[in-house]
């Protein structure tokens, strides 16, 4: 027992403070007072990281409808005009290739005016964009409306796609700015619902209008639905360019008091800071061509195109075969196109939730501490789907029309087409879009710059095409075209990780070259 007590008095002598303090509250405690907590040192509290975007869930998808609904408009303007082509050709007493120009024209311009435009949005804010572009495509539906020249009609077609041509690559790069990763495949692919609907709702609403009203009032309908969609994005869409806003949280907290958007400021405290001596870049339409050097972008824009062009090949010969073989009216094959349309909303739906649940599923799979290691490329082995049903059901179109199957079979062949192409178009827009948020909007711009003239072609070579060698070889070719683009994706999600490396630190040295010396 003596050496047990020696020791017992060395950690007592050793402990005195500790024994003192155990001894001083249970004094405090049995007189009844309550022993004062000690707080914990100022290096153990913690600050939890900020949120990505301080927008509530509502507000988000309110600013989506917003830049949904105003992407509809260019792809609305340029299919509500096809349905009164012969119409208009008479009134103006021009040729058929000349009345066919203003088409063409149309498109180019949807082509080009988008790099312009993304190239502003990424640099200096993205609502200027909205309240700049939209009043100019509304006032070119009026002149259009009082067009009696062939000249003037050329000449306001451009405007009009000038005008109309902004919203759907500065749409994307809203969305990069409200939408984190994990929820952008969702948010695409409701984005994208708007301007695939276009030549979908465009052949039959042109129709009707161009029937009982005249094909002027198509450009009254359009001009209206322009204004009311300025004047929605005018009062509820505040800027969310993240190198001018931040998070939003200072504008959130403004529109929670009812603060109309037109009221609130296009730059806040929240905006990242700026590096000592950091210009801001000056102003290069051309800008976004640069991204044509890194791979996995060069590919995804060319596999688009490829893709692009064969639906829009599907979609001018749709009038002409279903007249012909089943003997269909205007506007009976005005509603043929809902196929199409049924197609678009169930596969991007789709296609972006599934893309969604993969990186979901891939970030748990890592656990919380590497989510973030989670490569972007994902998204493109989400397209895998949408890229293998597509090709498909164009060739399954080009053997109905071959042998004339029921109307409902080829309809059924349009839905199968249409829903692959809108799963493929979600999930490699998000990629994009997810690899190089900064730059969403020029990307996104980049990507119209090429399909849409892949559109064009398509166009223009289905019908030389099926009188030539018959529709099921016609859309044989164009489904082979689809395959090789799929199979080049192949390498995107391989190496995308290292292209994306590579730019990055190519960019980074870039603007260490560029920034001045002190």
């Known amino acids: 027992k003596a050496p047990l007590l020696s020791r017992l008095s060395d950690v007592i002598e050793n402990n005195s403070d500790v024994v003192a303090v155990a001894v001083a509250g249970r004094d405090i405690e049995a007189a009844g007072t309550t022993v004062p907590k000690v707080p914990p040192p100022p290096s153990q509290k913690t600050t939890a990281a900020p949120e990505y975007s301080a927008y509530s869930a509502g507000r988000r998808r309110l ?3 917003l830049v949904a609904s105003a992407g509809f408009l260019g792809p609305l303007s340029g299919n509500i005009y096809l349905s009164a082509l012969e119409a208009v050709r008479k009134d103006m007493d021009v040729s058929v290739s000349m009345i066919n120009l203003t088409v063409t024209m149309f498109m180019l311009m949807f082509a ?21 572009s939209l009043p100019i495509y509304v006032a070119a539906n009026v002149g259009l409306f009082f067009a009696h020249s062939y000249p003037m009609l050329m000449a306001l077609r451009i405007v009009q796609a000038i005008g109309a041509a902004a919203v759907q690559s500065v749409g994307a790069g809203t969305l990069a700015d409200i939408f984190q990763p994990k929820e952008r495949g969702s948010a695409m692919s409701l984005f994208l619902l708007g301007p695939q ?38 009062f509820f869409l505040p800027e969310t360019l993240r190198s001018r806003t931040g998070n939003g949280a200072t504008l959130a907290q403004a529109l929670a008091e009812s603060t109309p958007a037109f009221r609130l400021p296009t730059r806040t405290a929240d905006a990242p800071k700026q590096q000592p001596g950091a210009k801001k870049p ?13 791979p996995a972008i060069a590919i995804c824009v060319a596999a688009v195109a ?5 639906f829009y090949a599907v979609t001018v010969e749709v009038p002409a075969a279903f007249s012909a073989l089943y003997g269909f009216s205007s506007l009976a094959v005005g509603l043929a196109y809902l196929g199409l349309g049924l197609g678009f909303v169930a596969g991007s739906l789709a296609g972006g939730r599934a893309a969604d649940r993969l990186l979901a599923a891939e970030m748990k799979r890592l656990g919380t501490a590497k989510a ?12 895998a789907i949408g890229i293998v049903v597509f090709p498909v059901g164009v060739l399954l179109f080009g053997i109905s029309l071959e042998f004339a199957w029921h109307p409902a ?14 799963w493929t178009f ?11 948020p900064g730059s969403a909007a020029g990307i996104v711009a980049l990507n119209s710059l090429f399909r849409n003239p892949a559109a064009a072609a398509g166009s223009a070579v289905i019908a030389p095409l099926i009188a030539a060698v018959r529709p099921a070889a016609s859309f044989a070719v164009f489904a082979s075209a689809v395959v090789v683009a799929a199979v080049a994706l192949v390498p995107v999600v391989v190496y995308g990780p290292r292209w994306r490396e590579e730019y990055r630190k190519k960019n980074d040295k870039s603007k260490t070259a560029a920034a001045p010396a002190h």
């Open 197 to 234: 609907l276009g030549p979908v709702v465009g052949p039959v609403a042109g129709g009707l209008i161009a029937q009982y009203l005249g094909w002027r009032w198509m450009f009254v309908l359009l001009a209206v639905v322009g204004t009311a969609v300025w004047l929605a994005i005018f």
């Open 372 to 383: 973030k290691d989670v490569p972007t490329e994902i998204r493109v082995r989400s397209a």
């Open 409 to 422: 079979a080829v309809i059924a062949c349009m839905f199968v087409l249409a829903f692959g192409m809108t």
């Open 63 to 65: 600013f989506l409808l």
């Open 426 to 436: 979600s999930c490699t827009t998000t990629y994009l879009v997810d690899s190089y």
């Open 306 to 310: 490829a893709i692009f062009g064969t």
């Open 112 to 132: 080009l005016a988008p790099l312009a435009w993304a190239t502003l949005a990424d640099s200096y804010g993205r609502r200027i964009v909205y309240i700049t």
């Open 282 to 294: 000056a102003f290069n339409p051309l800008a976004p061509l640069a991204f044509l050097a890194v």
